[in-house]
């Protein structure tokens, strides 16, 4: 069983790891960057260790400052949250050599699903249904030109490296095709050291539905249903609900076991996220797999009353998956208060927060490592808080996260507040008919 942990992360998820840690008696490591001193994960960690300057490049991305850590600290095992290491197959690696647990899955199925070309096959060929497409990597102009004249026009050209909305283009007709594989394929070298390109058609009015999914070390794979978020802007999710308002008990069904055969292709273990994009017609296509605990992940612990950072840590020391899969039984919404200004186009707002009154009562959840008196740094996210609001329906945890967001009063910084209360009375997210152009009209070309 795994006895000190030390986090490899900052901001609310290091904190909500560490709470996660002390229910379960496992002591803590907190790793932090000279900004981050005055941090909750910090004060809150049994021990905390300086790990450099504020450029993540140079602390939370610097694998032998972390490494050394954990070795200073006798940690046996390390969490390393979501973004930074969570999806570095070398740095799982690395752990490995250094008889470090790493709190997720393998190098090998990260690297996998690292690859979205590699990625789209692997998941083709467990089962679940993908968009329309090439086969694996287009080398050049004139194999795209084929691929495209086949699955027909309008396409999006994907970097295989790319991911998350980064490195893609829309293509609406073949006389652009010649010039947009060229600078898709430019832009993919310099962004990821990667210029190779893959084909799919475009999926029009889509919405985006994810599936958790969690595996143990034993080849146990199970599904804990969906999250919808499709409320996103440039690519940044705002709003997440687990279940989403569309997806009936079949597909729920459908789309759950594709995604536990899909898991089980690449020996999954530890929690991991499959995203579809989903039509009108409620079709749905593989997007890519996520293979780390992610930011909405609160949405289903709250629809199904468990907690998936102790499963998570629990399948990384080796025990089976105790979880049963299960139907939703509430309805679970989060909204993410990030420091940015609805009124001037979500504009960072970094900076001291000089009132911090959260909200509380029943079905309530505040996610945060702020706090009055604290400062937001402008080196990383914005994610001030994540506000999760939990009822027996959609209606009434509606009702209860506008009624939450009044009485959550943040000053001294702009804050996401004002959208959500907007968007909580808004009468199409209220009817649940919303697709991912909902917010902005989509900027395919934003890399
Ligand atoms: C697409 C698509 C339409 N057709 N692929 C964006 C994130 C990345 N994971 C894939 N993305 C998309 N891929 C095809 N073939 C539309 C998107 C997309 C999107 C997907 C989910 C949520 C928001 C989105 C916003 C713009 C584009």
């Known amino acids: 069983m795994i006895k000190k942990v030390l986090i490899a992360n900052r901001g609310e998820i290091a904190l909500r790891i560490i709470r996660a840690c002390k229910e379960m008696g496992i002591s803590t490591v907190a790793?932090?960057?000279?900004?981050?001193?005055?941090?909750?994960?910090?004060?809150?960690?049994?021990?905390?260790?300086?790990?450099?300057?504020?450029?993540?490049?140079?602390?939370?991305?610097?694998?032998?400052?972390?490494?050394?850590?954990?070795?200073?600290?006798?940690?046996?095992?390390?969490?390393?949250?979501?973004?930074?290491?969570?999806?570095?197959?070398?740095?799982?690696?690395?752990?490995?050599?250094?008889?470090?647990?790493?709190?997720?899955?393998?190098?090998?199925?990260?690297?996998?699903?690292?690859?979205?070309?590699?990625?789209?096959?692997?998941?083709?060929?467990?089962?679940?249904?993908?968009?329309?497409?090439?086969?694996?990597?287009?080398?050049?102009?004139?194999?795209?030109?084929?691929?495209?004249?086949?699955?027909?026009?309008?396409?999006?050209?994907?970097?295989?490296?790319?991911?998350?909305?980064?490195?893609?283009?829309?293509?609406?007709?073949p006389k652009d095709l010649a010039a947009a594989f060229s600078v898709a394929s430019n832009e993919a070298e310099a962004f990821f050291s990667n210029p190779d390109l893959y084909i799919e058609k475009l999926v029009i009015g889509s919405r985006h539905i994810e599936i958790q999914v969690i595996g143990d070390k034993h080849g146990n794979v199970i599904h804990l249903n969906?999250?919808?978020?499709?409320?996103?802007?440039?690519?940044?999710?705002?709003?997440?609900?687990?279940?989403?308002?569309?997806?009936?008990?079949?597909?729920?069904?459908?789309?759950?076991?594709?995604?536990?055969?899909?898991?089980?292709?690449?020996?999954?273990?530890?929690?991991?996220?499959?995203?579809?994009?989903?039509?009108?017609?409620?079709?749905?296509?593989?997007?890519?797999?996520?293979?780390?605990?992610?930011?909405?992940?609160?949405?289903?612990?709250e629809s199904l009353g468990i907690d998936l950072i102790t499963e998570q840590i629990l399948v990384a020391s080796g025990e089976k998956l105790r979880l049963k899969q299960s139907e939703p039984k509430f309805h679970s919404i989060e909204c993410r208060i990030n420091a940015e200004d609805p009124e001037h186009n979500f504009r960072p707002s970094p900076g001291r927060i000089d009132v911090f009154h959260v909200p509380g009562g029943r079905g309530i959840r505040t996610d945060s490592h702020a706090y009055q008196g604290y400062t937001i740094p402008s080196n990383y996210d914005s994610l001030v808080a994540k506000l999760i609001a939990t009822a027996p329906t959609r209606k009434e945890a509606i009702a209860k996260m506008y009624r939450a967001l009044d009485e959550f009063i943040i000053e001294g910084i702009k804050t996401t507040i004002p959208f959500h209360k907007k968007m909580m009375m808004n009468k199409d997210f209220i009817s649940g008919n919303i697709d991912t152009k909902y917010l902005d009209k989509v900027d395919w070309n934003s890399l």
């Open 31 to 173: 790793v932090y960057s000279t900004v981050d001193k005055e941090s909750l994960h910090v004060k809150f960690a049994d021990e905390a260790i300086c790990i450099g300057p504020a450029p993540s490049r140079e602390s939370y991305l610097r694998i032998p400052s972390i490494i050394s850590a954990a070795m200073i600290t006798n940690a046996d095992a390390i969490h390393p949250g979501y973004g930074f290491m969570a999806e570095n197959d070398k740095f799982v690696e690395i752990c490995n050599d250094h008889g470090i647990t790493f709190i997720g899955p393998s190098a090998d199925a990260i690297r996998k699903m690292g690859n979205k070309s590699v990625a789209k096959e692997t998941m083709r060929n467990a089962g679940v249904p993908v968009v329309p497409g090439s086969l694996g990597v287009v080398k050049d102009y004139e194999e795209a030109k084929t691929v495209c004249d086949e699955i027909g026009y309008p396409v999006m050209l994907k970097a295989v490296a790319g991911g998350g909305g980064k490195g893609m283009r829309l293509v609406e007709s």
């Open 226 to 301: 969906e999250r919808e978020c499709s409320i996103q802007r440039r690519h940044q999710k705002l709003i997440e609900e687990a279940p989403s308002p569309v997806v009936s008990k079949a597909l729920r069904k459908q789309m759950g076991e594709v995604s536990v055969m899909g898991a089980k292709s690449v020996n999954y273990y530890g929690p991991g996220t499959i995203e579809y994009l989903v039509d009108a017609e409620m079709n749905f296509y593989f997007m890519e797999m996520n293979t780390r605990i992610q930011v909405e992940h609160p949405v289903t612990e």
